[in-house]
Structure formats: structure tokens, C-alpha cells
């Protein structure tokens, strides 16, 4: 069978998903200048720059955006695809700050465990949050986030695919159902 398609957030729905995001970490944080935004690669670096944007746009104070790798620091490297590790860009020492975690999908929560040893490498922050614009269920780990942008429960063999403008030329979030191998 071949794979279907399906449109979960249009760019019109991820626009407004980002500002509601962004007012979220606008209302729960006490101090803005000590929030770090770190976008996990491949997807979370675009959604931080995205949601730092707009809580500068919406406050009028720039929150410190990084990107970190956690490819060295994964358990699962013998069960998943791997890619070439990118350079972890830490705007700032960690050490009494909030990190604020950011990535596009979390699935079964190894990817945010992996990011919470490597953040720990950067100093010790006074907390680490976690941001997600799609929350898919079947964590095998007790990481749950803390601004979830759509909760979408999927079957296993699903596969959830987020494009941002900046990196893959549109904004939308689909899913993929079916054999994605012809």
C-alpha cells in the first residue's frame, strides 16, 4: 500500500501554534533574560529561532537562542538512522539560567534524554523545560513536556514530518501513513 499523506498543522496553524507557544513561556517565566532557548537538530534549532522571535516581537526583549547536538550522547545509536553531528552553539553558560528545550516531535523521549545529558555538559541550570510543537504518545521514558504545541496520538509505524520555511522551503506538519517504502 502505498503512503498517505496527511496535513495535521498548515502554515497558517503553525504560525498561530508558535504565538501561542511563545505567550506560554511568556507567562510561566519569571524573568525573560534568564531564559536559553536550545533547539535539538535537526528541526528544533528552526521552531527555538521561530519561537524567540516571536517572544521578542510580543515583549520586546531578545531571549538567548542556541542549537545543540545530542548524537554522541543517544543510547539507541545501533537502532536509529544517524546523520553527520552538527556544531552545538551555546550562546551562554547554563549555570543558574533556563533552558528551555526545543524540539519538533517527541516520540519515545531517548532524543530529549540524550539533549538533558548534554545540556548538563553546558553548566548546571536552575531548570530545563521542554518544547514541543507535536507530542505523538508512546514515550518509553518518563519525560513528559512542559508546552506541547498539538498533541497528536499515532500508531507506531506512522511517522509525523515537520517543514519549516527557513530549512525546507514551507510550513506544515503531515502525517505519514502506510508503507513508506514503496
Known amino acids: 500500500m502505498p503512503a498517505k499523506v496527511v496535513e495535521i498543522l498548515s ?17 510561566k517565566s519569571e524573568d525573560l533574560s534568564q531564559i536559553v532557548l536550545l533547539g535539538i537538530y535537526t528541526r528544533g534549532v528552526p521552531l527555538a529561532s521561530l519561537i524567540g522571535r516571536q517572544i521578542e516581537m510580543l515583549e ?6 542556541g542549537a545543540i547536538d545530542v548524537t554522541f550522547y543517544r543510547d539507541d545509536l ?3 538512522r544517524t546523520r553527520t553531528p552538527a556544531k552545538t552553539k551555546i550562546p551562554v553558560d547554563l549555570t543558574g539560567k533556563t533552558v528551555i528545550l526545543v ?10 534524554r540524550a539533549a538533558l545529558n ?6 548546571r541550570p536552575e531548570k530545563i ?3 514541543v510543537l507535536v507530542d ?11 508546552f506541547i504545541g498539538k498533541k497528536l496520538p499515532t500508531a507506531k509505524e506512522e511517522q509525523v514530518q ?15 501513513r502506510g508503507d513508506n517504502n514503496g
Do not use: C, M
Open 78 to 80: 545501533d537502532r536509529v
Open 129 to 131: 523545560r521542554l518544547l
Open 162 to 176: 515537520v517543514y519549516f520555511q527557513d530549512v525546507d522551503g514551507k510550513d506544515a506538519v503531515e502525517l505519514i
Open 136 to 146: 505523538r504518545g508512546h514515550r518509553e521514558l518518563p519525560i513528559h513536556p512542559d
Open 60 to 65: 520586546n526583549i531578545a531571549v538567548l537562542v
Open 11 to 27: 502554515e497558517e496553524e503553525i504560525r498561530r501554534t508558535i504565538t501561542r507557544l511563545a505567550s506560554q513561556i511568556i507567562e
Open 103 to 112: 524540539d519538533d516531535v517527541i516520540y519515545k523521549g531517548r532524543t530529549i
Open 118 to 123: 548534554a545540556v548538563i555538559e553546558y553548566g
